[in-house]
Nanobody
Framework: QVQLVESGGGSVQAGGSLRLSCART?????MGWFRQAPGKGREFVAS????????AYADSVKGRFTISRDNAKNTVYLQMNSLKPEDTAAYYC?????????????????WGQGTQVTVSS
């Protein structure tokens, strides 16, 4: 049974920070964060390999967001700094079917329910 639970979303002003958490993850698989704004498709944000040794980021968030995982706690995090209004979206964590990481939407097989992030100007 896989049930991902996201938390940590909220409303912040531009330039602020939030940390998202994804609980009940599996330490044997890649984990990813995606986001979806109203009227847009689901967009890759970041991924981390099963061991946590490799990470990847979308160009739009590189240098501002950091993905990490604590396998002992079965939790994956997304630290979001210097938030912009363009970051406003529902954020989803997901389980990838690879060990070393992937940024392809089709490689993710389990999804959480999402948590809303709203950034005001």
């Amino acid at each position: 049974q896989v049930q991902l639970v996201e938390s940590g979303g909220g409303s912040v002003q531009a330039g602020g920070s939030l940390r998202l958490s994804c609980a009940r993850t599996s330490s044997s698989y890649t984990m990813g964060w995606f986001r979806q704004a109203p009227g847009k498709g689901r967009e890759f944000v970041a991924s981390i390999s099963a061991s946590g040794s490799s990470t990847a980021y979308a160009d739009s968030v590189k240098g501002r967001f950091t993905i990490s995982r604590d396998n002992a706690k079965n939790t994956v995090y997304l630290q979001m700094n210097s938030l912009k209004p363009e970051d406003t979206a529902a954020y989803y964590c997901a389980v990838g079917r690879t060990y070393y990481g992937t940024d392809r939407l089709g490689d993710y097989i389990y999804w959480g329910q999402g948590t809303q992030v709203t950034v005001s100007s």
